[in-house]
């Protein structure tokens, strides 16, 4: 195959762009050569002053106080310093970065299957991409969402605009409202809202918090607001930041979040047309302003509105100038300090909640006009990165994408909650993963008023045994801090549980979650599936560590210091993991791979192998070129590769194994985690945890003492009886008399020498 090179890249680029004319024929390539992105600390108004005199852009969202991110030559850095002015590198070397990020795209995009989604979260896509992604999931689901556009830009292109909300009358439910790509170069912000689309139409049949998120609250969504500026970034200028207007003398743009009617023209907005932060010459002077202005107006009940951007890991929220006045500043901080911690809980990412003009003053801004102009609750993310050194803040690696993605679409989700429900209900889905036949399950779940004020109003569980006949009323005790345990008892096999939670408001209105209740219940499946086999990490049942790392070899303890991206706990809650390096300070994988290799396990055939593992991967010399693999062995020889992961989410994921998908059944099966750094400059942690094996049984089968359910009586079923004991599960009693005890050892044994 023929290797893509930058003049290659450039070319599956600019097609992009070349249904709307913007090729480079018409309008040559802007090139970005002996440009850098620099950090410029300044001490006084006029060291500010010279850095911008100096400047071909401004890349930090607002000007003022504080370091600012700032594009120029390096013969004006060179400057500066010798000015005496606080200056650090971010890019070296930006056309280099242009043409590195041209080609992964075109590299990732040739290598893509065809026939799958438009969009997915691994690369960069052009605004037609998106367009088309959009339609695909309207038509997938047209009873959850339509698309519509609300008006054109100046160009004549469509403003996409997603309705999503649940089957129904949706007049009555109140409206939120998400956006990105107000600016053209913010690239990784579209599949922010692309995730939020597709998670809200795909998850709502699956997913009990989406959908009764959607069946109580009407979602607006606009990916692509500044379609001009983005068309014309991916063809002509990537990091071009307005719209397209022509303001005569060879100056365009107007930057459409310093245009909106709130202190317009007013501090950290220019007059001058050729700065970045241009205001237009009057309040929504640009078709785009005006076309969202007109279609949010419309709208008689929004509750909540995000405009998305990148970068620098921020919640903002009004007041953006001190010229405003903001009488609900106080819920706007309650509720942005929650949208920050749903991103925090996600992906172990840190977004500063703090009011805009906090940051720098910015006048005429869309969040500000939102709050002010609509009187609704209007935010500003700032998405990854948070503009390290080393780091292309407009231009992060495609590994950030689908953890960027992840943790904004929580957000969105908390602050939606926040804003229309009248209580929220806080339950973790792996409480209504499928149960085994007769299991009794405690759930825990969390009743909080809009603002995260408890609510201890007649808090209740309702449940039953299969999808018909009434629901029986559950003690739900309160355990402190808003939360409530209840148990939940499975029937017979093959059948479901089916519950919901219910609460009283301070003002004595009793809310259902799901909002339906009864009829629209969260439904669990109950197998004959047993985990035959678990291993909590509290104690070696015959682990091996090797490689060649000289540094971050794999050991198994308490975590316990959770810094430079090392986990702070385990994944299970048992206290112990394996883990890389677990030590202070300056310490992770280097040098080369440390490879943890596990002891012989039976896995028969429908079986599936669960763990948990942890990886981070922060970058310093390099980018991408680590990972952490996943490896399997059969018969005692040779070791698979069955998963690489390079995305350095910094947080616990699930993952499963399944027999013959990723190995064939075996009674020597071995896993084999691979931490690897070979580059000493980046920090690559990891972890493994809460490793089992979950054996499918027959839900026809009556053979008691076949207690991992592979159909077969063999010793296994011994250890699977000791495992179920240990745990008190439900395959314990042997003797069918409710309880779990050592008799039931005695008739396991006679249930065994019967046979099925």
Not at 191 to 214: C, F, H, K, Q, W
Not at 257 to 281: E, I, K, M, Q
């Amino acid at each position: 195959m023929k290797r893509s090179t930058p003049t290659m890249a450039i070319a599956l680029i600019m097609a992009a762009g070349a249904a709307f004319g913007q090729t480079a024929k018409d309008l040559p390539v802007v090139r970005y050569d002996g440009q850098q992105v620099v950090r410029v600390t300044h001490k006084t108004g006029e060291e500010l002053a010279r850095a911008l005199e100096l400047t071909e852009s401004i890349w930090s969202e607002r000007v003022g106080r504080g370091p600012v991110d700032l594009q120029m030559s390096a013969e004006n850095v060179a400057l500066l310093r010798a000015e005496g002015i606080e200056v650090e590198v971010l890019v070296d070397d930006l056309q280099a970065d242009v043409e590195r990020e041209q080609a992964e795209i075109a590299a990732r995009q040739a290598a893509r299957a065809r026939g799958g989604d438009a969009v997915e979260y691994d690369n960069y896509y052009p605004f037609d991409d998106h367009v088309t992604f959009i339609n695909q999931l309207v038509n997938e689901r047209p009873d959850l969402a339509s698309v519509s556009s609300i008006g054109q830009t100046l160009q004549g292109r469509d403003i996409w605009t997603v309705n999503a909300t649940g089957p129904g009358d949706a007049s009555d439910r109140p409206q939120v409202a998400i956006n990105s790509m107000i600016h053209a170069r913010e690239w990784i912000t579209p599949p922010a809202t692309a995730y939020l689309m597709e998670s809200l139409i795909r998850g709502y049949d699956s997913d009990p918090r989406v959908r009764n998120l959607m069946d109580t609250v009407d979602w607006y969504i606009t990916p692509i607001f500044n379609a001009d500026g983005y068309v014309y970034a991916w063809s002509t200028e990537r990091y071009w930041r307005k719209n397209r207007r022509n303001n005569g003398g060879g100056s365009f743009g107007v930057d459409l979040n310093r245009n909106f009617d709130v202190d317009w023209g007013g501090n950290g907005a220019s007059n001058d047309p050729n700065s970045d932060v241009y205001h237009g010459p009057a309040p929504a002077s640009e078709p785009e302003t005006q076309v969202m202005v007109a279609f949010l107006s419309g709208l008689d009940d929004l509750r909540a509105h995000v405009d998305t951007h990148s970068y620098s890991q921020l919640v903002l929220h009004s007041p953006g100038t001190f010229a405003q006045s903001v009488p609900n500043e106080a819920e706007l901080a309650a509720v942005a300090q929650e949208m920050s911690d749903a991103i925090l809980e996600t992906n172990g990412a840190f977004y500063t909640p703090q009011r805009g003009l906090d940051l720098y003053e910015a006048a005429g801004t869309f969040a500000d006009w939102t709050t002010s102009g609509l009187s609704t609750f209007g935010f500003t993310i700032e998405a990854r990165p948070d503009a390290g050194a080393g780091l292309n803040g407009f231009s992060p690696p495609a590994s950030l994408i689908l953890p960027t993605a992840q943790e904004i679409y929580q957000s969105y989700l908390v602050m939606a909650e926040v804003r229309t429900q009248p209580l929220r209900f806080v339950i973790d889905s792996s409480y209504y993963d499928d149960f085994e036949a007769d299991e009794s399950r405690q759930i825990v779940f969390s009743v909080l008023d809009a603002l995260n004020t408890g609510s201890d109003n007649n808090v209740k569980v309702f449940a039953r045994q299969g999808d018909s006949g009434s629901y029986t009323e559950l003690s739900a005790s309160p355990i402190g801090n808003d939360m409530y345990s209840a148990t939940l008892d499975a029937g017979a096999c093959d059948t479901t549980v089916e519950f919901y939670l219910q609460a009283m408001t301070s003002t004595g209105t009793t809310v259902d979650f799901p909002i339906n209740g009864a009829s629209a219940p969260i439904v669990a499946d109950v197998t004959s599936d047993v985990v035959a086999y678990t291993d909590n990490s509290e104690t070696d049942p015959g682990w091996s560590v090797s490689g060649n790392a000289s540094d971050g070899q794999w050991e198994r303890g308490v975590p316990d210091f959770g810094d430079r991206g090392d986990p702070a706990t385990d994944a299970d809650g048992s206290g112990q993991c394996w883990l890389t390096d677990n030590v202070a300070g300056n310490s992770d994988v280097d040098g080369g791979e440390t490879i943890l290799t596990g002891p012989a396990l039976d896995a028969p055939a429908g079986s599936r192998v669960g763990y948990r593992y942890w990886y981070n991967d922060t970058s310093g010399g390099e980018i991408n070129n680590d990972s952490f693999r996943v490896q399997v062995s059969v018969d005692g020889g040779a070791f698979n590769t069955v998963r690489t992961v390079t995305t350095a989410s910094g947080s616990w994921r699930a993952d499963e194994l399944l027999e013959g998908v990723d190995f064939a059944a075996t009674s020597d099966l071995r896993l084999r985690f691979i931490a690897d750094d070979n580059d000493p400059q980046n920090v690559i942690e990891a972890g493994v945890d809460a490793i089992e094996i979950i054996v499918p049984g027959d839900c026809s089968n009556d053979c008691i003492a076949d207690v991992n359910g592979d159909g077969l009586l063999s010793p296994t079923d011994f250890t699977a009886w000791i495992n179920a004991f240990n745990s008190n599960a439900p395959e314990c009693d042997q003797n069918n008399d409710g309880a779990c005890t050592p008799a039931d050892f005695t008739a396991w044994i006679n249930n065994y020498n019967t046979g099925c």
